[in-house]
């Protein structure tokens, strides 16, 4: 079903209207923004297992792709370089190709147990560098590929959005069987594949193909 609105009427179409309908800009929250990282911001990348990747292609077509693994696994090389090593998926490479077409990236690293977040953006690049990769070894397996962020703004972004989602309340969790599969999805929406093999597949790449 299509929803009709006026969208001529309800749009907005310039940074000037923006500013007039959301009001004053607080003055820390534009002095906060850091063009490196700091100590805090070094400490918290330390503690993060987990960051989102934003990144958009030459024609500014967008997309988001989680990233993770032990807490502290993204490398700050220096005040103004973050490397993130690339982990065994699907090979779709989505975010990679977008920066080889339009290196501007954001990226939100999230702590378990902490509600604020730290916000991310730069340029990045890729590298295949062996002496950069080495100490992002993990099970004995060494990346190929890596992601070098050039940060050009760090900030820290206040928890509201986290704790009105109750993120972190283990009693917000839901039972994993209230929702499909991986396995079933990809079945179902692909027609390519069986049920049991999809799900079969799957498990046996969370077990054995991680790193």
């Not at 000037?16 to 918290?44: M, N, W, Y």
């Not at 292609?57 to 005040?79: M, Q």
């Amino acid at each position: 079903m299509t929803v009709q609105f006026d969208d001529i009427a309800a749009r907005i179409a310039d940074p000037a209207e923006l500013r007039a309908h959301i009001g004053t800009l607080h003055p820390l929250a534009e002095r906060k923004v850091l063009d490196r990282l700091d100590g805090f911001c070094r400490d918290f990348i330390a503690l993060s297992p987990f960051l989102v990747l934003a990144s958009a292609d030459g024609a500014g077509r967008a997309d988001a792709s989680p990233r993770g693994d032990a807490p502290g696994f993204v490398e700050v090389l220096d005040d103004r370089t973050l490397l993130i090593p690339d982990r065994r998926g699907n090979n779709r490479v989505d975010s990679y190709g977008n920066v080889l077409a339009a290196p501007g990236v954001g990226l939100i690293f999230m702590v378990p147990g902490i509600a604020e977040t730290l916000r991310v953006n730069g340029r990045a690049r890729l590298t295949r560098d062996p002496a950069l990769l080495e100490p992002a070894t993990v099970q004995e397996r060494t990346p190929t590929l890596g992601l070098l962020v050039e940060v050009e703004e760090a900030f820290f972004h206040c928890g509201k959005a986290l704790i009105r989602s109750k993120l972190w309340d283990p009693s917000s969790q839901v039972e994993r069987s209230s929702f499909p599969s991986l396995g079933r999805i990809v079945a179902e929406q692909t027609k390519a594949i069986g049920v049991a093999e999809a799900e079969a597949g799957l498990e046996e790449g969370y077990r054995t193909r991680l790193y």
